[in-house]
């Protein structure tokens, strides 16, 4: 089954670093761009990185640039994203996502595989 499935979330301090892992089915894995968006209570579902098929190009949201970055390893279907100099303003639920092509783009509604989510919680 087509199946994606985010770990690696927890309570930090500010300055500290997370890595998170979202697995998927290789069939979802191979082809497909990839990418982790957040939502954080009342706010809309905010674009974090992404990672492209064809060209492997990473994207990173405005907020996040310098302190995040995607990674993908095909020996284990994997997706990583590492978070460095995490700010209270991180905290969130993280989802990873899959396209059913291979670009990334910035907007959740392109994205048709989800995975549950993992809360990242920040404290100052």
């Known amino acids: 089954q087509v199946r994606l499935v985010e770990s690696g979330g927890g309570l930090v301090q500010t300055g500290d670093s997370l890595r998170l892992s979202c697995t998927a089915s290789r069939r979802l894995f191979t082809n497909n761009g990839m990418a982790w968006f957040r939502q954080a209570p009342g706010k809309e579902r905010e674009f974090v990185a992404g990672v492209d098929w064809s060209t492997d190009s990473r994207y990173y949201g405005d907020s996040v640039k310098g302190r995040f970055t995607i990674s993908r390893d095909g020996a284990v279907n994997t997706v990583y994203l590492q978070m460095n100099n995490l700010k209270p303003e991180d905290t969130a639920v993280y989802y990873c996502?899959?396209?059913?092509?291979?670009?990334?783009?910035?907007?959740?509604?392109?994205?048709?595989?989800w995975g549950q989510g993992t809360q990242v919680t920040v404290s100052s």
């Open positions: 996502a899959a396209r059913r092509t291979g670009a990334v783009v910035t907007t959740a509604g392109y994205y048709f595989y």
